[in-house]
């Protein structure tokens, strides 16, 4: 007869067996944790690595000449963007807008010049400029580590982006072969090979190194890819062939049919924006025609007489009291222009945080 201990023992062995069970069970039924998802196998890259991104942090248009609808949050709040979710708890972003607010007003005198807003500007695009070069890094070395990249790599690692093996890519090129391809593929491929050649800085060589490739998926860090960008913006909606932009190009819809009044809407809001954009900004000599040098200076995120003009048109938007500064009251009650995020209560709340 098994005695008492013994029992106890073999209890106590089912009890543990059970246990890692259950763990090895709770282990496989989870989802996969970030960390997880990051680790990719090396011949499956995320396209987004490689591509040049259509939207530009602190840039004022898009790469296909659409108007940046979140300019204003991106250097009015820098990296802090993120922070100013919809969904955050109110209180928390109000505090958080006042930290802010403090920041830039660097005389303390309770309100925001324009010159201390250009300031803050500068400093807040700065960041993006910062943030785009460490992401450059990474992407960088995850097209190739050894301090080059040759256009035939850079397409490799691109395609292979798309679906395609890369292995039997690399064969193929490697030995002249014809690749099998998709139009659109292709059509992308050669406006990247573009933009490619004027990254290349003379002599050209079709190697890329780490300042390059910067330019290559960022214009905005480089005169001469800045122009390039301008360049196909005005390409793009240019329909006299002229180089230059007037109000009806610019506000021309982009293609497709407007279906409901909902999209109506849209397009109406569409044409609107670009109009002021047009006529209050770009034009900078009010003539109703936009040349590539003007456009050229309207893009340049680092350009100060555009921070100076863009901190007194911030100002100009929340300046009830028309005293061409901005006070604390009228940044939390215009929180939504600032910030994305609308802050309720916002006058009953504002002293009691003091």
């Not at 989802?31 to 942090?57: C, F, G, T």
């Not at 982006?161 to 014809?178: F, P, V």
């Not at 910030?339 to 309720?344: E, I, R, V």
């Amino acid at each position: 007869m098994m005695s008492r201990q013994a029992f106890l023992c073999s209890l106590g062995s089912l009890y543990l067996s059970l246990l890692f069970v259950f763990l090895l069970m709770d282990v496989y039924a989870r989802p996969a944790n970030n960390s997880a998802l990051k680790e990719k196998p090396a011949d499956s890259r995320d396209e987004n690595e490689i591509l040049p991104p259509d939207h530009l942090n602190g840039v004022k248009m898009e790469m296909d000449g659409h108007l940046n609808k979140e300019f204003h949050q991106e250097v009015f709040l820098g990296k802090e963007m993120e922070e100013f979710e919809e969904d955050s708890e109110p209180r928390k972003n109000r505090k958080k807008l006042m930290v802010i607010f403090s920041k830039v007003d660097i005389d303390n005198d309770k309100k925001i010049s324009a010159k201390e807003m250009q300031r803050w500007i500068m400093e807040k695009t700065d960041e993006h400029f910062q943030e785009a070069v460490e992401e450059n890094k990474m992407h960088f070395r995850a097209v190739d580590p050894d301090g080059h990249v040759s256009w035939d790599e850079y397409k490799i690692k691109f395609l292979a982006s798309k679906g395609l093996n890369e292995k039997e890519i690399a064969e193929k090129i490697k030995n002249n072969e014809e690749l099998k391809i998709d139009e659109e593929t292709q059509e992308v491929l050669d406006n990247l090979k573009d933009r490619w050649y004027q990254a290349d800085n003379p002599p050209p060589d079709m190697l890329l190194n780490e300042e390059e490739f910067l330019s290559f998926l960022h214009p905005e860090h480089s005169r001469g890819m800045l122009k390039f960008m301008v360049k196909e913006i005005i390409r793009d909606l240019d329909q006299d062939g002229d180089k230059k932009l007037t109000l009806s190009e610019f506000i021309s819809l982009p293609v497709g049919t407007v279906e409901n009044q909902q999209a109506q809407d849209i397009d109406d809001d569409w044409v609107k924006d670009r109009r002021k954009e047009f006529e209050d900004v770009i034009d900078a000599n009010h003539d109703g025609i936009v040349t590539m040098e003007e456009l050229e200076e309207y893009m340049d995120p680092m350009n100060e007489y555009n921070a100076l003009n863009e901190a007194k048109q911030m100002i100009a938007v929340a300046d009830e009291n028309q005293n061409h500064h901005l006070e604390l009251e009228e940044i939390l009650k215009y929180s939504e222009y600032f910030t994305g995020s609308k802050l309720m209560d916002y006058a009953r709340n504002v002293h009691e945080e003091f």
